[in-house]
T-cell receptor, first 112, second 112 residues
Framework: DSGVTQTPKHLITATGQRVTLRCSPRSGDLSVYWYQQSLDQGLQFLIQYYNGEERAKGNILERFSAQQFPDLHSELNLSSLELGDSALYFC???????????FGQGTRLTVV | GENVEQHPSTLSVQEGDSAVIKCTYSDSASNYFPWYKQELGKRPQLIIDIRSNVGEKKDQRIAVTLNKTAKHFSLHITETQPEDSAVYFCAASDSGYSTLTFGKGTMLLVSP
């Protein structure tokens, strides 16, 4: 167990819908990262938050947004879902911007 | 931003052989280089990491080497075992609060 908790583990939804993925980082970790992993892709970085502030942005679509709350948990919101958004979404956390990143178990999103 | 290239994309070896996976990075400011192992359906887990003030690091059967001048680093696994079969990701991170940039991964298959 990495100490990073992601909910839900599985999510099936229809095209056009909106979903929210939740991540609770390890105790003491201030930095949260979101990654997308499709079947034929590696780990695609979406966005990073550090202590409530956005720190880095990757290839995150405009339909996607995220935030980190005062208690340091983070949510990734995906809207106007398309079939191509089906993927495994990982959250990771670290003490700061460097150092080992611990991954959660991921949320498998299936858009039908 | 940082760009990490990883080769090969797949690697098949016989049990007991050595395996080498290579990565190159583009940002000379990068100074932290972790390697993650992802077993099928599971989260990525750190197996070894190296910082730019060190040229080589070993942990039992695995080792990582770093050539900052050439901007490449490699993972070496000796005496491979079937349980080493997984996808391996390299990553790079620069100073400050920047995020990890991952390579696309190498699927290692170790045949008994």
């Amino acid at each position: 167990d990495s100490g990073v908790t992601q909910t839900p583990k599985h999510l099936i939804t229809a095209t056009g819908q909106r979903v929210t993925l939740r991540c609770s980082p390890r105790s003491g970790d201030l930095s949260v990262y979101w990654y997308q992993q499709s079947l034929d892709q590696g780990l695609q970085f979406l966005i990073q938050y550090y202590n409530g502030e956005e720190r880095a942005k990757g290839n995150i679509l405009e339909r996607f947004s995220a935030q980190q709350f005062p208690d340091l948990h983070s949510e990734l919101n995906l809207s106007s879902l398309e079939l191509g958004d089906s993927a495994l979404y990982f959250c990771a956390s670290s003490v700061g911007g460097q150092g080992e990143a611990f991954f959660g178990q991921g949320t498998r999103l299936t858009v039908v | 931003g940082e760009n990490v290239e990883q080769h090969p994309s797949t690697l098949s070896v016989q049990e007991g052989d050595s395996a080498v996976i290579k990565c190159t990075y583009s940002d000379s400011a990068s100074n932290y280089f972790p390697w993650y192992k992802q077993e099928l359906g599971k989260r990525p887990q750190l197996i070894i990491d190296i910082r730019s003030n060190v040229g080589e690091k070993k942990d039992q059967r695995i080792a990582v080497t770093l050539n900052k001048t050439a901007k490449h680093f490699s993972l070496h696994i000796t005496e491979t075992q079937p349980e080493d079969s997984a996808v391996y990701f390299c990553a790079a991170s620069d100073s400050g609060y920047s995020t990890l940039t991952f390579g696309k991964g190498t699927m290692l298959l170790v045949s008994p």
